[in-house]
């Protein structure tokens, strides 16, 4: 079964601190795979996506991902932390069967202290 | 240009009643996506639409549940007697077409079932 799999409930980091919000993915074929964020009572915004070419893919606010093919993974990276992320992040994978459709993980609530 | 549009924000309603959920896609995009968060859960997928037709309902519960995007109007997304496991939130995105990779999401609608 195609499926996302974000193993951190949540990730406390310090401000100013890199942090890491890992990703898995399991599908067949070419991994479409997106970054999306959502504070409390609002939509998901996107974040940023891989389809092809350069793995390490750079978005909104600083944050980064790298899509890694051998460990399939696409984890979301920022250099240094802004208490202001603090947020629900959720990684998703386009598939096709039968149609598009999104899978999205269970989400990682990250939390920046000062 | 405004963004994807959901109507009403927050929605109550008594179990067995009927909820009505609204989604007014971003201008120029013809397709919709619904979505249902629970509490603590990530996006599970419900049903995918296109003007006057659905695309994939593969997500929907087999009753109660149904989906609409008229030629005219929003989207539409209706729940016959509710019940308490039916709380939750629901989001609508929307995009340009299936060339687009990006979807973007409405406010959501945060529906209780008393």
């Known amino acids: 079964a195609q499926s996302v799999a974000q193993p951190e409930d949540q990730v406390n980091v310090a401000e100013g601190n890199p942090l890491t919000v890992k990703c898995t993915y399991s599908?067949?074929?070419?991994?479409?795979l997106f970054w999306y964020v959502q504070y409390p009572n609002r939509g998901l915004q996107f974040l940023l996506k891989?389809?092809?070419?350069?793995?390490l893919v750079k978005g909104s606010y600083g944050f980064e991902a790298e899509f890694n093919k051998s460990q399939t993974s696409f984890h979301l990276k920022k250099p240094s932390a802004l208490v202001s992320d603090s947020a629900l992040y959720f990684c998703?994978?386009?598939?096709?069967?039968?149609?598009?459709?999104?899978?999205f993980g269970t989400g990682t609530r990250l939390k920046v202290l000062a | 240009n405004a963004g994807v549009m959901q109507n009403p924000r927050h929605l109550v309603r008594r179990r067995g009643q009927e909820a009505r959920l609204r989604c007014s896609p971003m201008?120029?995009?013809?397709?919709v996506y619904w979505y249902r968060q629970l509490p603590e859960e990530g996006l599970k997928f419900m049903v995918y639409?296109?003007?006057?037709?659905?695309?994939?309902e593969s997500g929907m519960p087999k009753e109660r549940f149904s989906a609409e995007f008229p030629k005219e109007g929003p989207s539409i997304l209706r729940i016959q007697q509710v019940v308490r496991g039916d709380s939750a939130a629901y989001f609508c995105?929307?995009?340009?077409?299936?060339?687009?990779?990006?979807?973007?999401f409405g406010p959501g609608t945060r529906l209780t079932v008393t």
């Open positions: 599908v067949s074929g070419n991994p479409y």
């Open positions: 998703a994978v386009r598939v096709h069967s039968g149609t598009y459709k999104y899978i």
């Open positions: 639409l296109q003007k006057e037709n659905i695309i994939d």
């Open positions: 201008k120029g995009h013809s397709h």
């Open positions: 995105a929307s995009s340009p077409g299936q060339s687009s990779y990006e979807q973007y």
């Open positions: 891989y389809i092809t070419g350069d793995n």
